[in-house]
């Protein structure tokens, strides 16, 4: 008959180190709280961690080393094992002979890790145990792993072991299905995507950067609307990495010659997140981009956009009339569709009936009737709009004006008594008059159907723990704003940076406006096909503020800086406002 093995709490009984009332007491904690029973005597001060360490030693049968001891660290081979493993299990190799490795560890009941160490490096593990805090301290002093792999390390993402990767690969050659197959739910390669999602979203990333490089992947976050880069992943973690996430977002991951997209439904915090995931074929592997879409986000009120008072009294008063249309213009992450939701959030009440056109549904509301364009099946913009005008709605939204079909449609709707709204790609507000112009459209539908016009773009806010002020601000950014000696004096902020803006002196983003309402001289000058230049003076004129006057006053308020409105607005409308 096999004899038992002794239990830690006798060992350490038998040596004089602990009473047997203190032993069933770690054992009643350890078993509450899910801790092993060596870690919580130490927790409760009943022995010291070398001591329970020998103990671990005598109960499992394994020789005990003292890593403090003069001439042990000599023997220590630490290029025997690769940076993620030393780092993350905390391990320490001695030799390697014979197709077997020592290996010192400090929790020989970790059977999982000691099974996979044998699976990974395919050979046969002689453990020695020392104390947790021996070894650690050892690691940091032995300066072995790269800076890079200890980052990725201590945030948690060394998880994938070269045999999945392997496994993934061919699987990824044969078949999607036999790929599922291997990645399982508990493989480690989950467990990294994973680690990856949740962490992008509580740094408060809009954009997870997954990008093969020639002898890395590498990591990047877009958080406040600036690429950060996390880590540099190694190039064999690749094809079981990208493969992951194309599984997870439904695309087929023996495909990696054609763009495709794909969305993801990941709960982080017990907060569901989509996720719009984008794959683009590039030289050295699919390039994977994904989009957090926060349910939140475009809940936030329209006083928390960034309008000045005078502004958001004038868009409220538009987003209430009865027909129109508003079209709010910027380029791709200047914030429009939040503005447009925003504003839908705000008239989605039971008496009135919306319905949306998207490309593709960014964000689902209650009581809001959004449909999805598919062009392959003909649900396209125009498609959709034409069947919105049976329905009977209240207010229309299309996510784009692309064309002259669709936004002929739209002028039709919003002169048939419905009140439109929706987004174009130009620079001011201005320019959509000539851009739907230049699109075909008639200019007296142009002039007599549009409400009001507001360009829009997003600068990053100065973290409020830690902003202070500028004494010394940059003249050139003042004088492009039009910002005065006197005016900046005690007023302009700059950036610090601290553990609540991640360092960089910034926490989150609003909007600068410029709001162009119509009036009988614009329309006027839309009809005769006048330049930009007179279109955007009688705007003026007539009250609108520009971009980058708008950003003028949250740099005077404190909220931003010089440079970041410099980077967003053009500057020569401000010379504009002047005249």
Known sequence: MARSRQQLGDILVGWGLLTPAQVEQAGKVSAGSGKRL??????????????????????????????????????????????????????????????????????????????????????????????????????????????????????????????????????????????????????????????????????????????????????????DGACMERDNLPKRMQNALLSRVKLMAGMNIAERRIPQDGRIKFEVDQVQIDFRVSACPAYHGESVVLRILRPDSVRIGLENLGFEPDNLQVFNKIIRRPNGIFLVTGPTGSGKTTTLYSALDVLNRPDKKIITAEDPVEYNFAGINQCQVNDKIGLTFPAILRSMLRQAPNVILVGEIRDKEVAEIAIQAALTGHLVFSTLHTNDAPSAITRLIDMGVKPFLVASSIQAIMAQRLVRILCKECKTLDNNPDHKYLRLLGITPDE??????????????????????????????????????????????????????????????DGKIKVLKGMTTPIEVSMSAQIDEFAEAKK
């Open 488 to 549: 900046a004096k005690g007023r302009v902020m700059k950036p610090v940076g601290c553990p609540n803006c991640n360092n960089t002196g910034y926490r989150g983003r609003k909007a600068i406006f410029e709001m162009m309402t119509m009036n009988s001289e614009i329309r006027e000058l839309a009809f005769k096909l006048a330049p930009i230049n007179q279109i955007r003076h009688a705007a003026i004129v007539n009250g609108m503020r520009p971009l980058a006057y």
């Open 38 to 223: 060596g870690d919580v005597i130490v927790e409760l001060g009943f022995a010291k961690e070398d001591q329970v360490a020998k103990g671990l030693a005598k109960q499992y049968g394994y020789e005990y080393v003292d890593l403090s001891a003069n001439g042990v660290g000599k023997q220590i081979d630490i290029k025997l094992l690769p940076d993620d493993l030393i780092k993350k299990h905390t391990i320490l190799p001695l030799e390697k002979s014979n197709g077997k490795l020592k290996l010192i560890i400090h929790d020989p009941g970790d059977l999982e890790l000691l099974d996979m160490l044998r699976f990974r490096l395919n050979v046969e593990i002689e453990p020695r145990i020392a104390p947790r805090s021996q070894i650690k301290k050892f690691i940091e002093g032995a300066g072995g792993a790269s800076p890079a792999m200890t980052k990725m390390v201590e945030a948690g993402q060394s998880l994938v072991t070269e045999s999945i990767d392997k496994s993934v690969d061919k699987s990824v050659d044969k078949s999607m299905d036999k790929s599922i197959d291997v990645v399982s739910e508990d493989a480690p390669i989950v467990r990294l995507v994973n680690r990856i999602i949740t962490e992008a979203v509580k740094m408060r990333a809009s954009d997870i950067h997954i990008e093969p490089m020639a002898d890395r992947v590498r990591l990047r976050y877009r958080i």
